[in-house]
């Protein structure tokens, strides 16, 4: 029996393990190959004897996230193994060990809850997270079609609010996407949480890959190089909300430097075709429209006046 390497998609977070399969069937991102990754030799492995690796469920501009046992209790936990550092940089790891407190610190529902941190073989820094199980914002759009407006509320509400919690400790995102967005029985979380300087793949393919997935939910402002900031956050809380109710990102080019042109310098985004497509309705737009400003100075002045904005969208206006 061929043992055939697993493949991920770096938009939507699937695995695949058909062989001749090279691009995403449901999103059309190319795949990264899992198989002879340095991630995917973590697996089986206990991490500073706490926690034995089982499988990734994911990978982002942070890291590689895994599923693992927390020995000893048996819990189920979600595990990020972040850029390694340097072993003798001591300031940068002060400055992950400083980061990751703050994170700690915020606490809210619609945030992922941080349990431990640490750094392995003094260069493998990884952070433990709570398990979570829900359909990724990726995934209901992509399986539901586009958002009816209670239901994009009944979401996006909740993620504003754990944004501005955040926010006010004085943390972005930074890397804000629709598998990024899960949905669960108990209501929506937010994870991939984390001040992070960006993780590159070493692999040509994987680098385009993340690319490709990564700049459609980008601001102009990181395309133009700059870090993150509260305005960001906005601006790609907009990007997802303008696929959930469209079924599509407003801006989205044939290459990754393609689309991030767009992003900085291309017309305001607009909604097209009629309305009852997706039930947008003109409120909606509106809200939409202003997050995806170009200019921050035109956007919400904060996440707490767009989450007041959503959350005033009251049923009888979203009929």
Known sequence: MVDVERKLC???NRQFQEPKISHCPHDSTQLVNLGKSEDEAWVAKVIDGKYKMLEIIGKGGSGTCYRAEQLGIGRMVAVQLRSPISA??????????RRIAELAAVTHP??????DFGVIERTQPYVVMEFIQGESLSHIVRTEGCLDPVRFVSI???VSKGLEAA???GLVHGDLRPSNIIVTN????IVDFAPHKVQFSSDTVGLEAFLSASVRYMSPEQCAGKPPTVLSDIYC???LMYEA???KPPFDGRHPLETGLLHISSQRATFTGPPSVCRVTRKLQELVVKALEKDGINRFSSMAELGAAIANCSATELK
């Open 186 to 189: 108990n209501g929506v979380k």
């Open 110 to 115: 619609s945030l992922c809850t941080l349990y």
């Open 245 to 247: 109710l469209t079924g």
């Open 156 to 158: 996006f509400d909740p």
């Open 10 to 12: 770096l938009a939507c």
């Open 237 to 239: 809380l907009g990007i």
């Open 167 to 169: 926010h006010q400790k």
């Open 88 to 97: 003798d940089n001591r300031q940068e790891l002060a400055e992950f060990e």
